[in-house]
């Protein structure tokens, strides 16, 4: 059976096709699980370290390559460096850091809304998660 006899007349594939579903058992990986570690994951390593070994390979416009190796090493671990740069921002007057730093000491706050009601105001409390914030709202 060919790709046109599979479909309908609006062009959706009809029940029970073979070719072009790539969603059937025999299209997945023999290996469904997740393939390596995510961002978060990558990151919290990076933060309790104290020491990162990296090296960089740089092409320029003309196509020169430059390789370099660095080594960063403290007696702190990265999470502490970084807390105490953005108590440094907040001291110098950022109101970006100094609101990240009551974010995490104190929690967000959370949102009131009243509704009036005449006499008798209703009360009502909602608390807001974004789930996905960013662009059109569509994942690519």
């Known amino acids: ?5 599979q479909r309908n007349n609006n062009g959706q594939f009809l029940p029970g096709n073979k070719e072009g579903n790539r969603f059937s058992s025999e299209n997945q990986p023999e290996n469904p699980g997740r393939k ?18 990296f090296a960089l390979t740089i092409t ?21 460096l970084l807390a105490n740069l953005l108590w ?3 001291i110098k007057g950022s109101h970006k ?21 005449g006499d008798n105001p209703i009360q009502q409390t909602i608390t807001y ?3 996905q914030a960013g662009g059109d709202g569509h994942r690519d």
Do not use: C, F, W
């Open 97 to 117: 850091a100094r609101k990240e730093i009551l974010d995490r000491l104190e929690g967000r706050p959370k949102q009131n809304h009243v509704l009036e009601g």
């Open 60 to 80: 320029d416009a003309d196509g020169k390559v430059t390789n370099k190796e660095a080594t960063i090493e403290s007696e702190a671990q990265l999470n502490e």
């Open 1 to 5: 059976m060919t790709m046109e006899n």
């Open 36 to 53: 390596g570690r995510s961002t978060t994951e990558y990151l919290r390593k990076l933060a309790e370290a104290r020491t990162i070994r």
């Open 88 to 90: 440094a921002d907040a």
């Open 129 to 131: 998660k974004v789930v």
